[in-house]
C-alpha cells in the first residue's frame, strides 16, 4: 500500500496532504470527485461505479491512488499495467483500460497506463494532478517498470482545427507558439509525447485525438528495447 504525508500550497499557505491508496470505504468520496469535476449535463453513467472502483482496489491496488485533505479524499488517479508494444501504438481509452474495469490488468506487464486523473475543482489550484502524477512516477521506479504511459486529450485543438492539422498543433505547443490545458500540464509534470492517436475518446474539442505520453523509468538500464 502507498502512503507519503507532505504540505502543498494554496498560495502561500502551507495545506496538509496524504497521498495513499485508496479502499473501498473512499468509494463515496471518489464518485463524489467525480460529480463536482463532471455535472450535469455530463452523463452520470460515464462517473465512476463501484464495481469499476472495486476492480481498482482488488486487481492492482498500487495504482488507485487518491490525495487526502481535511480527512477527505479530492484527487485520485488509476492505472493498470499493461505490456506495451510500440509496434501496434493505435487503441482507444476504453480498449486499453476495459472501460476503467481494468479486469486486461496483467500483473507481469512493463508499463504501468494511467486510466484516470481527477481533481475536485475547488483544490485545483493547489497543484494536486502533478502530485499524483509524481507519486505514479514513484509506482513505476518501486515495481521496476519501463515506464508510465497514458493518452492525453489536447482540448485546445479544437480552436485551431480550422487552420491546422492535428500534427501542427501538437508541434506548435511543444515549441511554445501555443499552450494546450493537458498537454501542456503533462510537459510539465515531465511525460514526452510518443504518438498522437486518433480515435482515442469521444472528445469534441479534441476531435477525439489525444497525445500519447510516457515517462520512462531512469533508474532501468539502457537498451535498445522500447
Known amino acids: 500500500m502507498y502512503r507519503k504525508e507532505l504540505y502543498v500550497f494554496d498560495r502561500e499557505r502551507p495545506v496538509k496532504a496524504i497521498v495513499r491508496s485508496y479502499t473501498r470505504e473512499d468509494f463515496p468520496g471518489l464518485i463524489q470527485i467525480q460529480q463536482e469535476s463532471f455535472p450535469p449535463p455530463f452523463p452520470s453513467e460515464l462517473w465512476w461505479n463501484e464495481a469499476q472502483l472495486d476492480n481498482h482496489v482488488t486487481l492492482f491496488p498500487q495504482g488507485a491512488l487518491c490525495v487526502e485533505i481535511d ?17 501496434d501504438a493505435d487503441h482507444s481509452w476504453e480498449q486499453i483500460t476495459d472501460r476503467g474495469y481494468i479486469a486486461n490488468h496483467r500483473p507481469g506487464g512493463n508499463t504501468l497506463y494511467i486510466v484516470d486523473i481527477c481533481a475536485a475543482p475547488a483544490y485545483r489550484k493547489l497543484g494536486l494532478g502533478k502530485l499524483l502524477m509524481q507519486s505514479m512516477y514513484e509506482v513505476v521506479v518501486a515495481l521496476n517498470l519501463k515506464r508510465l504511459l497514458g493518452g492525453g ?3 485546445g485543438y479544437h480552436l485551431h482545427a480550422g487552420e491546422m492539422s492535428p500534427e501542427s498543433y501538437a508541434e506548435a505547443v511543444l515549441a511554445g507558439a501555443l499552450k494546450d490545458p493537458v498537454m501542456t500540464f503533462l ?39 522500447y
Not at 477527505?72 to 508494444?85: E, F, N
Open 71 to 87: 480527512g477527505r479524499p479530492v484527487a485520485s488517479s488509476t492505472a493498470l499495467l499493461i505490456d506495451w508494444d510500440p509496434s
Open 153 to 155: 486529450r489536447i482540448p
Open 187 to 225: 510537459l510539465r509534470c515531465g511525460r514526452t509525447p510518443v504518438k498522437l492517436v486518433p480515435g482515442y475518446l469521444e472528445d469534441e474539442e479534441s476531435l477525439n485525438y489525444a497525445m500519447l505520453m510516457e515517462w520512462r523509468n531512469p533508474f532501468r538500464e539502457a537498451s535498445n528495447e
